[in-house]
């Protein structure tokens, strides 16, 4: 080996350079030894800390200790033992240690002394795997895919990243920021093409790189100390600086699903889809190739801590390699390997075969067990800090055997396991995703902690970031995080949702001003535009279309009466005949179809978040409210609940029930609606039914449910007449319109006064015990207009072309007139 001098003198050493072309390993003449001999009962720790080194080791020129009685170990930063050795022997290097820190420590019995130790040098490296919460597939280079910190105790959903399509298991960089590749249709190529993503943790896009030739595949980036991340194309090597920029390209490196391992001298190893493994420097140039396989590697390469490279063949073989690329040995299963390697802290190496085992090989390449299971094992294993042993199988099964081999539980999901492999939390929890759409969280004791519905088969890996978040991509082409955050609820702005709250009150927390005029008018077009809703930011969003053209649009305005974007739905999906509704995430939700129903969910600047249809069949005037991580809303067909990222949580057969009504939801959790069966429904948060009683005739009825302070429920129909019921269903009381429909919403006073009006243009005033306080006749068509409340008490309501304020003794206090005709017109106060 050639050294080139640096001449720069530390302490008793000199530091030298080793491999000055490829790699940057500093070798340090360094002495340290023991009291030749070391005295009984002796116990000493010598430690060496190198400023900058990423990973160092020591050099003994010899050693010798009572054997099995007395023993040196060689420890990290934190005291945790890397290597321990006992006994004799010459010209030894110690494992790499990761960190600027190593330790010596000899410890001696009370009987027989020997000579001890003598070390001349050491060797550090300035760039390794990074020291960040998962810097490459299965997180370190033993594969153990095990995080020091804690997952989440929740299973919501964060955000969600539609990156095309996401085979890859992401990474994480020292700094947060989540490596990903995805991949993009090229309409040059007019193929896909691979790019990696860089994501900060709020789920936006720091970079992408530019594209490069490969499809999706279920290879991961990998990431260097110094922020160059690596990944592997079709047939080359990338390595990308932490801004983006291409640093350098490898090949032919062909593709295959291999994933590369960054060792504690910087060098990359990386498998192909020819059958060979790749040892690359840190600056491109490759250290050497070795050729296994005829059949391919698309195992990724676990790495002991005395260099060996452990990796799976596709002619179903176990290779064990040397540092310099010689077999070290191979070993033989009954199928192809596609699993990648684990090891646990004795050396003992881990692996699925498609013959249905996992394989358990000692150090040495002999069979110390194997466990048969009742499908191909593609799943990757992984290592608790106890030693047990998880994994997945394609028979559905997750996994926990003892280190021994046999079964410890094992726990059944709902379709096959295929490619995910578990990560494990600090305190043990099991993290892994299935073909049925779910990632699981399990206790170490096998018992379900929680399931996340990602709707979609989930074939790549999770992973585990500092704050707990989960991190995995779904077969829909979108990365999910996941984690611990407060439920997704109704926006806390002036008005987020049709009638103002949960409970359909239509009161509004803020007094008008007395004053009446426009203060501005905007033109959105011909078409019906329905009751606006208001964000936490003060903007307006309303839905607005055109039956003749078919033309939908959802609407944000200013404050100041400003259009700040519009949003456009498809031809197909035209009819936005309710309110959006806003969440407390700041997004904004609405449905269209006249054909077939759609839900839409926007970011607040108007970009899609994602869109659901939801059934080919029907339409909706059913405007959408949300509650608990939930959307709720129905449809003419059925009624469904969905998850805030658009999973469907379940639905309401109700064999084509006809629902115009909007949900309303008490305290309890419970939804109210009715039908055009004439029936108002309850149900339970879970979608089963609490009671249903029947208000009316088989015919269109669009009045939505009130919820009074003592639950009581509110609500009218066509056929002339508006109900109160109880929580538990039976009927409190009704008013008889002597045949005029009642088309409106209730709104509901801070004293409990209930406010109603009926197609004839009358608006009545209740007290809560069904007696009428007041009548107010506008003299006009109402319509589906609903009354609202200010602070003051002041009602409001649209009747023919005007806007009326009504007094709370129900005397009018203004009226204002508009240019075109306000029939059916729910105001909003903002």
């Not at 390993?25 to 060496?48: A, C, K, L, M, Q």
């Not at 194309?233 to 062909?254: E, H």
């Not at 029947?694 to 609500?715: A, F, K, L, N, Q």
Request: hydrophobic share 30%.
């Amino acid at each position: 080996m050639r050294w080139v001098l640096v001449g720069l003198v530390v302490g008793l050493g000199i530091i030298a350079l080793v491999g000055t072309a490829n790699a940057a390993t500093f070798e340090v003449g360094y002495v340290i030894e023991s009291p030749h001999p070391y005295p009984n009962n002796y116990d000493n720790t010598w430690t060496i800390i190198q400023s900058g080194a990423t990973s160092i080791r020591l050099h003994f020129v010899n050693y010798t200790t009572e054997d099995y009685h007395d023993y040196i170990y060689i420890l990290d930063a934190n005291n945790n033992t890397v290597a321990t050795y006992t006994g004799s022997a010459t010209d030894v290097w110690t494992p790499w240690v990761t960190g600027d820190t190593i330790k010596v420590r000899l410890v001696s019995d009370a009987s027989t002394h020997y000579d001890g130790f003598y070390i001349d040098k050491y060797q550090y490296n300035t760039t390794s795997l990074a020291n960040s919460p998962w810097p490459m597939f299965k997180h370190d280079l033993n594969h153990t895919g095990r995080s020091p910190y804690a997952g989440p105790s929740l299973s919501g959903i964060k955000w969600s990243l539609d990156l095309g399509d996401v085979g890859s298991t992401p990474v994480i960089g020292e700094d947060g920021t989540i490596y990903v590749v995805g991949s993009t249709y090229s309409t040059y190529y007019r193929d896909w093409r691979l790019k990696l993503y860089a994501i900060y943790p709020n789920g936006s896009i720091k970079w992408s790189s530019s594209e490069l030739y490969g499809s999706m595949s279920f290879k991961s980036p990998a990431v260097a100390s110094d922020g160059t991340v690596y990944i592997h194309g079709y047939d080359k090597l990338y390595a990308f600086y932490p801004n983006g920029t291409q640093k350098w390209s490898v090949g032919t490196i062909y593709s295959s699903y291999s994933s590369p391992a960054i060792d504690g001298s910087g060098t990359i190893y990386i498998g192909d889809n020819l059958g060979r493994i790749f040892a690359v420097y840190p600056n491109g140039n490759i250290k050497w190739v070795k050729d296994i396989s005829y059949y391919g590697i698309h195992s990724s390469p676990a790495i002991w801590s005395d260099g060996t490279i452990y990796v799976g063949t596709g002619d179903g073989a176990i290779y064990a390699i040397n540092p310099d690329g010689s077999i070290k040995w191979s070993y033989p299963t009954g199928d192809q390997v596609l699993s990648s390697p684990c090891i646990d802290e004795n050396g003992t190496v881990y692996v699925g075969s498609h013959d249905g085992n996992l394989y358990a090989l000692y150090p040495n390449g002999t069979l110390k067990w194997n466990f048969p299971t009742g499908g191909k094992v593609y799943s990757s294993p992984s290592i608790g800090n106890d030693g047990t042993i998880y994994f997945g199988s394609e028979d559905g099964k997750i996994y926990a055997l003892y280190p021994n081999g046999t079964p410890k539980w094992s726990y059944t999901t709902e379709d096959k396991i295929v490619w995910s492999s578990p990560a494990i939390d600090k305190n043990g929890v099991i993290y892994i995703g299935s073909r049925d759409g779910k990632l699981y969280a399990l206790y170490p004791n096998g018992t379900l902690k929680w399931s996340a519905i990602i709707g979609k088969p989930i074939h790549t890996s999770p992973i585990i970031a500092s704050d707990g978040t989960i991190y995995l991509g779904g077969s829909d082409g979108i990365l999910y995080a996941i984690g611990d955050k407060k439920p997704v609820e109704l926006a806390n702005s002036s008005w987020p949702t049709f009638m103002h709250d949960l409970n359909h009150t239509g009161r509004s927390g803020y007094k008008v001003a007395p004053e009446v005029g426009a203060k501005w008018v905007l033109d959105l077009g011909k078409g019906i535009v329905r009751p606006p809703v208001i964000g936490a930011d003060g903007t307006i969003y309303v839905g607005f279309y055109d039956s003749n053209s078919k033309v939908s649009k959802l609407f944000a305005i200013n404050p100041n009466g400003t259009i700040e974007w519009d949003y456009s739905v498809t031809n197909d999906d035209y009819g936005l005949d309710s309110s959006p509704v806003v969440a407390s995430d700041g997004s904004v939700c609405f449905l269209s179809g006249s054909g077939g129903v759609t839900l839409y969910c926007l970011y607040p600047n108007g970009t899609l978040g994602w869109s659901r249809h939801v059934t080919p069949y029907a339409s909706t005037e059913s405007s959408p409210i949300i509650a608990f991580d939930t959307i709720y809303f129905g449809t003419n067909g059925e009624f469904y609940a969905y998850t805030i990222d658009g999973s469907e949580k379940w639905h309401y057969p109700g064999y084509q029930i006809s629902i115009s009504s909007s949900p309303a939801i008490d305290e309890n959790g419970t939804i109210y609606f009715g039908d055009n069966r004439g029936v108002l429904r309850a149900l339970y948060p879970n979608g089963t039914q609490k009671w249903t009683v029947t208000i009316g005739s088989s015919v269109y009825s669009p009045s939505s449910p009130s919820i009074g302070e003592d639950g009581t429920i509110y609500i009218g129909h066509k056929d002339g007449y508006f109900y109160a019921f109880f929580p538990n269903g039976t009927q409190k009381w009704k008013f008889n319109t002597n045949g005029i429909a009642v088309y409106s919403t209730p709104a509901i006073g801070k004293d409990g006064t209930i406010y109603i009006s009926i197609n004839n243009g009358t608006l009545y005033a209740f007290y809560p015990n069904g007696t009428i306080k007041w009548s107010f006749d506008t003299r006009e068509s109402i319509g589906l207009a609903s009354p609202i409340i200010d602070d003051f008490g002041t009602i409001y309501i649209c009747s023919g072309n005007h806007l009326l304020a009504i007094n709370s003794n129900g005397t009018q206090k203004w009226s204002f007139t508009a240019s075109g005709s306000l029939t059916h017109m729910t105001p909003t106060i903002a």
